[in-house]
């Protein structure tokens, strides 16, 4: 059962002057489907949104606080930063999963808590709050919410499936191949279990909540293998 927005709006200190634009940042298609009357509109127009205003502001950030990084350099840290793990763990952390207006039969297989749908909410919450009050709100709520995130991280920011592919491309080692070896659990809690492949030889294994992640992290060990260390 989803919360009250106002509980949301009181934690986040942040008051949307168009209350109907915050509903439907956090309502699903499939809540829209399953009624008859009242809200019409769900959030996959902003997720459109905010997809494009959260990489127009991390560019913006990165650019800034990286002023010694390559352009190559940058894109990789963005697109690590905005890929659906990132966002799941951002959307987490807020606990975004439990305002979401989800229909019955999304709410009984578990949606409130799949991976895509939060990095969904969190795009469409982006774009929201754009429309809602500007640029400078997005970059503030991130700044508090995001960046100051990465910035308390010792670890470096890493898109490990893009590095591997740079990796082999540039040596000519030959093509690299994700394969799906496992996947168990419920709609709501899946797990997911993949090998890297190059050619025939198994560089890496890794596990996680998405497809995505169960990729990077058999990359990371990928890498680990090939060079020793996963950069």
């Excluded at 499939?30 to 905010?50: A, D, I, M, P, T």
């Excluded at 390559?70 to 763990?89: M, Y």
């Excluded at 890297?196 to 198994?202: A, D, I, S």
Aim: hydrophobic fraction near 35%; aromatic fraction near 10%; include cysteine.
């Amino acid at each position: 059962m989803n919360r009250d927005l106002n509980e949301l709006q009181s934690r986040l200190g942040i008051v949307f002057r168009d209350q109907n634009l915050l509903k439907e940042a956090f309502t699903h298609s499939s809540y829209v489907n399953e009624q008859r009357s009242g809200q019409k509109r769900h959030n996959e127009r902003l997720e459109f949104l905010g997809d494009a205003v959260l990489e127009l502001t991390v560019s913006e950030y990165l650019f800034r606080a990286y002023p010694e990084r390559t352009e190559g350099e940058l894109t990789k840290l963005r697109a690590s930063i905005v890929c659906e793990p990132s966002l799941v763990t951002y959307a987490e952390k807020l606990h975004f999963g439990t305002y979401v207006f989800l229909g019955k039969g999304e709410e009984l297989t578990g949606g409130r808590n799949r991976p895509a749908l939060l990095a969904d909410v969190f795009e469409a919450f982006i774009g929201a709050l754009y429309l809602d009050q500007g640029l400078h709100a997005v970059q503030q709520f991130l700044h508090r919410h995001l960046f100051s995130y990465l910035e308390a991280d010792s670890q470096p920011i890493v898109d490990y499936k893009t590095a591997l592919q740079e990796y082999t491309q540039q040596r000519g080692l030959g093509a690299v191949d994700y394969r799906i070896v496992r996947e168990t659990g419920p709609d709501h809690d899946k797990h997911f279990v993949t090998e890297v492949w190059l050619e025939e030889q198994l560089l890496g294994t890794g596990s996680g909540r998405s497809k995505k992640e169960a990729e990077q992290q058999a990359a990371a060990q990928a890498l680990q293998s090939l060079t020793g260390n996963p950069r």
